[in-house]
């Protein structure tokens, strides 16, 4: 889940529905009810919202929603991205340790994107996926296939490969999947890195 305050004022300059977040803090809690694993995805942005990092921790600490601090990216070319606008893992760290007590937790898998911590009481865990300060390229293994069709091998590239010709040929599974390894072995974007 997306949600990068709990305050209406900096969601309504986000997206322009000061109402998103008592919608998506809803959402959150019928998923819960339902007994779903949650995680809520935050993008910290220096100047809009790096006051709300104490106030989100504090909202999903203790309730089994994981938390995951994002550094602000530069994805695509839409978003006006400028370095002076991220605020790297460390701040987020700092931030958040002057009001409790927290230490790193191993990662769960090879290739985890969220350096973890958990809450020393017990009461959870947090992430923080510093992709700005801390690059994880080497070890990504994270790919999208946008709506139209293009596979693309880096989050941060905004040219993807065509495999939707192939998807929509009939093309075997195997063709597919060679196509789709083919591209992946042989990606150069690094981007972060």
Same mark, same amino acid.
């Given at each position: 889940?997306?949600?990068?305050?709990?305050?209406?004022?900096?969601?309504?300059?986000?997206?322009?529905? /000061?109402?998103?977040?008592?919608?998506?803090?809803?959402?959150?809690?019928?998923?819960? $009810?339902?007994?779903?694993?949650?995680?809520?995805?935050?993008? +910290?942005?220096?100047?809009?919202?790096?006051?709300?990092?104490?106030?989100?921790?504090?909202?999903?600490?203790?309730?089994?929603?994981?938390?995951?601090?994002?550094?602000?990216?530069?994805?695509?070319?839409?978003? *006006?991205? $400028?370095?002076?606008?991220?605020?790297?893992?460390?701040?987020?760290?700092?931030?958040?340790?002057?009001?409790?007590?927290?230490?790193?937790?191993? /990662?769960?898998?090879?290739?985890?994107? /969220?350096?973890?911590?958990?809450?020393? $009481?017990?009461? *959870?865990?947090?992430?923080?996926?510093?992709? +700005?300060?801390?690059?994880?390229?080497?070890?990504?293994?994270?790919?999208?296939?946008?709506?139209?069709?293009?596979?693309?091998?880096?989050?941060?590239?905004?040219? *993807?490969?065509?495999?939707? $010709?192939?998807?929509?040929?009939?093309?075997?599974?195997?063709?597919?999947?060679?196509?789709?390894?083919?591209?992946?072995?042989?990606?150069?974007?690094?981007?972060?890195?």
């Amino acid at each position: 889940v997306s949600l990068d305050t709990l305050s209406k004022d900096i969601a309504a300059r986000l997206n322009g529905r /000061a109402d998103s977040v008592k919608r998506t803090l809803a959402g959150i809690a019928t998923a819960q $009810d339902a007994g779903l694993g949650i995680k809520v995805n935050t993008v +910290v942005q220096r100047g809009l919202n790096e006051e709300e990092i104490l106030p989100l921790a504090r909202k999903f600490k203790g309730t089994g929603v994981i938390l995951r601090f994002i550094e602000f990216m530069d994805v695509g070319t839409l978003n *006006g991205w $400028d370095l002076e606008q991220v605020v790297p893992a460390k701040e987020i760290v700092n931030i958040v340790s002057k009001e409790h007590s927290i230490e790193p937790v191993e /990662a769960n898998y090879t290739g985890e994107v /969220a350096l973890r911590y958990r809450f020393t $009481d017990g009461s *959870g865990e947090f992430g923080i996926i510093p992709s +700005v300060t801390q690059p994880f390229c080497s070890n990504c293994t994270r790919m999208r296939l946008s709506p139209d069709g293009h596979f693309y091998t880096c989050l941060f590239s905004d040219n *993807g490969f065509n495999i939707r $010709d192939a998807l929509r040929d009939g093309q075997s599974d195997s063709h597919i999947e060679s196509l789709i390894q083919n591209i992946w072995t042989s990606r150069t974007d690094q981007y972060s890195e």
